[in-house]
């Protein structure tokens, strides 16, 4: 299962060259986003974790944490909306008794998440791990909704994020990135 992580580490901090194999293309970074580090240390403490939390909500609502990224100009890996389903989503299957494996499996990824929201400086990179339990609980909120209107509207809403981020991805954003 961690072949690709391997060989991900041979590219970028051993040979400095895009390899392929078994269809799948290992690509060299351009510039490391392993600059992250803990917030903690150097006599920093519970201030220091705050402040990132804060910085850390920034990120995931604005997606910018300083390098270049494919995605709508303005939008993170949630939007706000998104982030009060995952919330109460959370909330639902927490309460919920009995749980399915794979309600549990989802808690886990979320509560594995809370280390890196917490302690390491915000970037996508790290962030993105949020984004399975995160629509899995949007999606668990909406399907929770008592009205048929709105499980609708939210459903419409997330579609539509997600398909002018679609559309921006193979069109305008796409040639702009390929223009340099």
Known sequence: MTWPLALFLWVNYVSHHQLHVLGLTITRLAASRGASQFVVGHGHGLGAVIKNLGQTVVVLFSGYDGYLKSGLPGFGILTPVMLVLVVVGALL??????RTDFDALMLMMLGANLPTVLLISPNNTHLN????????????????????????????????????????????????????
């Open 129 to 180: 791990a949020l984004t399975v339990p995160a629509l899995y609980f949007a999606g668990m909120a909406l399907a929770k909704l008592p009205r048929v209107n709105w499980r609708v509207a939210g459903l419409a809403v997330i579609v539509l994020i997600f398909g002018v981020y679609a559309y921006t991805y193979l069109g305008p954003a796409h040639t702009a990135l390929a223009a340099g």
């Open 93 to 98: 299957v927490f309460k919920q008794k009995p």
